[in-house]
């Protein structure tokens, strides 16, 4: 058996190795049997948790590798899925928030694909985006957020999502890409950490314009890079991790609309292995 798992972890590292993209699936969190903490204290180490967790699981349950080494490996365990039938997608809502970890419009396009496949889903009923720096209070601009929100507006002009919305905007800027665009935001996310009671301001113009405005706790950066990098080391030992960047991660909820519960949640997270 030692044997048998000595070669399961040389053809994954072979894998990894070669991969110049790996996608991650966490499967579903509500199940918490896979994580070592059933209530991580915050995001950060709930998906540092993730990481780990789906990495150990696929190392140890690997492939050996085929001829042709795949540039992008998906990293997943097959029996850890969230896939909705379709006499179930009318009663479900799934709300997706993006944090960006790099620029790139593409990815948000990448990322919104693979939830749809990963889920079985045709459209997303609403995607919320946190771009990368500049952060709140950190020189953010329009001019910042204009890319990014037109890839979201092509995506729901595809109808691959219903509704877009903002996080960490404050009532100038928030009040500035409402006016700018095409496909207006439906919400924005607010960070009680950083104020514990709602703007007036803001909340006005979200009142007068329908914009729901919603609460979170993530921090300004999700994960570093070498928190990242300590992840995929805790789930692969002995693992050559200097080369991988985060591009993107994606965090679902799956809420049954009639009762209002989470029936299922997880992540998707994207890595790209820098060029030498």
């Known amino acids: 058996m030692d044997s048998q798992n000595s ?14 993209t790996l996608r991650l699936y966490s499967g579903n969190l509500v199940n918490r049997s896979r994580m070592k903490k059933k209530c991580p204290c915050c995001p950060s180490e709930e ?20 001829k042709d080494f795949p540039d992008t490996l998906d990293c997943f365990v097959s029996q850890e899925t969230d896939a909705i039938t379709p ?3 009318e009663e479900l809502k799934v709300s997706v928030k993006l944090f960006l970890c790099e620029s790139g419009q593409s990815s948000i396009r990448d990322a919104v694909e693979m939830a749809c496949q990963t889920l079985a889903v045709s459209q997303l009923d609403s ?41 960490d905007l404050d009532k100038d800027l928030l009040e500035q890409l409402y006016n700018w665009a095409q496909v207006k935001p439906s919400s924005n996310q607010v960070n009680l950490a950083s104020c514990c009671v709602m703007p007036p301001d803001l909340t006005a113009f979200a009142k007068e314009f329908d914009i729901q405005l919603l609460t979170h706790n993530d921090p ?57």
Not at 7 to 20: C, D, G, P, V
Not at 47 to 66: G, K, V, Y
Not at 242 to 269: F, M, N, P
Request: charged content about 20%; glycine content about 6%.
């Open 47 to 66: 998906l540092r948790e993730c990481i780990q967790a789906t990495l150990s699981d696929w190392f140890s349950t690997t492939q050996p590798p085929s």
């Open 220 to 276: 300004k950066e999700l994960m570093s890079t070498a928190t990242f990098q300590e992840a995929m080391q805790e789930g692969m030992q002995d693992l050559n991790t200097a080369d991988w960047r985060l591009e993107w991660v994606l965090r679902y909820s799956i809420i049954v609309k009639s009762r209002g519960i989470i029936k299922a949640k997880g992540y998707l997270v994207s890595a790209r292995k820098a060029s030498p």
């Open 127 to 167: 995607v919320i985006i946190a771009p990368p720096g500049p952060l709140e209070g950190d020189g953010q601009t329009l001019a910042h957020l204009q890319p990014a929100w037109e890839e979201l507006e092509a995506l729901v002009r595809s109808q691959q999502i219903a509704a877009i919305g903002t996080s």
């Open 7 to 20: 070669n399961m972890s040389t053809e994954a590292r072979t894998l990894l190795n070669h991969a110049k």
């Open 87 to 89: 006499e179930e997608r």
